[in-house]
């Protein structure tokens, strides 16, 4: 990547505004001194040389020092180095999602679901920045080295999230499954409150706790993913951490990553559902997705519904049964197929 540098300050109109100051200031020395040395209302002539005289040494020697000072040429960048140095990165556009002029109306109060007889119990485990995190965690009925990360909406881990866990342990099988708390413990309900912690919170953090249930999983664990809306894009994000450890990829309308230096880094096969109604995921971005994993030789399989944001929420008015119902279905068939 080419190394960006910052043009040199333009001191040209600051130089001769300055140059041409104490021209002025000169003439208006000299000026005074004329009345107070004459006598009579004609000019001492000898004195308006000097005035002339000094006035255009002033405005010769701003206008040379100027020419001396011009900005150079600016530096072009090409193609590759824009992409890379002014794109901002993918996991901060998940959080700067939360800010956009309308992302909350997509979102409007969450459903109270019914949730009894969790199969589950909240668990600590460390990460490497010192601070514990937390989730809620199933473990496999027999010992297995296959691990399935859920990752919240922007809401946090509520019920929802911890029964879709439950649904997805209960079809795949022998297999751990934790919903990690992405926002150490925060759950909102309206969203004023979720668009607030999720600008707030740290990527690094984030990252950190994805990091540390995927340490938490084992060196010999086969590393799976799913999520929605902010959790769809961390399901990605996740992915890629996971390194030779990923073994499948599940989304639903998340933010895609943008970087396809960084998508050449996946080391599985991803599944992504959106809906062509989004405004928050739109078509545009997912046409991007796709194109960007092609040219990262990249396995995705893609489905669009007509639907909107949200539609596999049963706590949206987008909510679509019948997509979402789809969506599970063919989730369950990749995940277990990977």
């Not at 255009?56 to 890379?84: D, G, H, M, V």
């Not at 490497?128 to 990360?149: E, V």
């Not at 895609?256 to 545009?284: A, M, S, W, Y």
């Not at 909107?308 to 969506?327: C, V, W």
Request: hydrophobic share 40%; net charge positive.
């Amino acid at each position: 990547m080419e190394k960006l540098s910052n043009s040199r300050r333009s001191y040209k109109p600051t130089v001769i505004f300055y140059f041409t100051k104490i021209a002025f200031a000169i003439q208006l020395s000299f000026y005074k001194t004329v009345n107070l040395r004459c006598k009579s209302l004609q000019p001492n002539i000898s004195i308006m040389k000097k005035i002339l005289l000094l006035s255009a040494a002033a405005f010769i020697t701003a206008t040379l020092l100027s020419y001396t000072l011009k900005n150079p040429k600016p530096t072009l960048y090409n193609a590759n180095c824009y992409n890379s140095c002014f794109t901002i990165e993918t996991k901060k556009m998940i959080e700067l999602d939360a800010a956009k002029p309308g992302f909350t109306l997509l979102h409007p109060n969450p459903k109270k679901i019914i949730f009894n007889n969790p199969l589950g119990k909240m668990i600590q485990y460390p990460t490497s920045d010192g601070t514990n995190a937390q989730g809620y965690f199933i473990p496999s009925a027999t010992k297995s080295n296959k691990w399935l990360i859920v990752i919240q909406e922007w809401w946090g881990l509520n019920d929802n999230i911890k029964h879709e866990a439950d649904i997805f342990y209960k079809e795949l099988g022998n297999m751990n499954v934790i919903a990690v708390d992405m926002y150490d413990g925060k759950v909102a309900t309206v969203p004023d409150s979720a668009m607030k912690i999720m600008r707030n919170a740290d990527p690094a953090r984030l990252e950190n706790i994805i990091k540390g249930a995927i340490s938490l999983a084992g060196k010999d664990a086969k590393i799976y993913t799913v999520g929605w809306c902010f959790g769809g894009g961390w399901s990605l994000q996740a992915s890629i951490l996971a390194g030779n450890n990923a073994a499948g990829c599940v989304m639903y309308y998340g933010r895609p990553e943008e970087n396809i230096e960084r998508l050449k880094t996946i080391h599985c096969d991803v599944i992504g559902f959106f809906g062509n109604k989004d405004q928050g995921i739109t078509p545009d971005v997912v046409n991007r997705f796709e194109k960007n994993m092609k040219e990262a030789e990249k396995n995705m399989m893609l489905y669009r519904y007509d639907a909107g944001h949200g539609f596999a929420n049963p706590s949206n008015p987008s909510f679509n049964k019948e997509a979402t119902e789809d969506a599970h279905q063919k989730a369950i068939a990749f995940l277990k197929k990977h």
